[in-house]
Nanobody
Framework: QVHVVESGGGLVQAGGSLRLSCAVSGIILGNEVWPGWYRQAPGKQREWVATISGDGSTTYADSVKGRFTISRDNTKNMHYLQMNSLKPEDTAIYYC????????WGQGTQVTVSS
């Protein structure tokens, strides 16, 4: 069974940065596994944020393009989300999962951006 554990969230001022981490177990992060990040803001549906393919190609939601960077470390079975120039509207619980085949959701990590 695949398990993910998100970490790295916190409270930051607008314009600040955070780096989220996702530890993965139960599946090997090989080229056929494409990790991604999602987020859910208060009162809103969960939305997709970013995906990284097996060859390292990345795609982003328009709302975070140019500010967020997804990366992966197959040797550690982890992937990451570097978030720069944070805005109050980025406030949400952030989750990692696998967009091509969703697995069970983790607890997520809270990101709060103050204005």
């Amino acid at each position: 069974q695949v398990h993910v554990v998100e970490s790295g969230g916190g409270l930051v001022q607008a314009g600040g940065s955070l780096r989220l981490s996702c530890a993965v177990s139960g599946i090997i992060l090989g080229n056929e596994v494409w990790p991604g990040w999602y987020r859910q803001a208060p009162g809103k549906q969960r939305e997709w944020v970013a995906t990284i393919s097996g060859d390292g190609s990345t795609t982003y939601a328009d709302s975070v393009k140019g500010r967020f960077t997804i990366s992966r470390d197959n040797t550690k079975n982890m992937h990451y989300l570097q978030m720069n120039s944070l805005k109050p509207e980025d406030t949400a619980i952030y989750y990692c999962n696998f967009p091509r085949r969703l697995r069970s959701w983790g607890q997520g990590t809270q990101v709060t951006v103050s204005s």
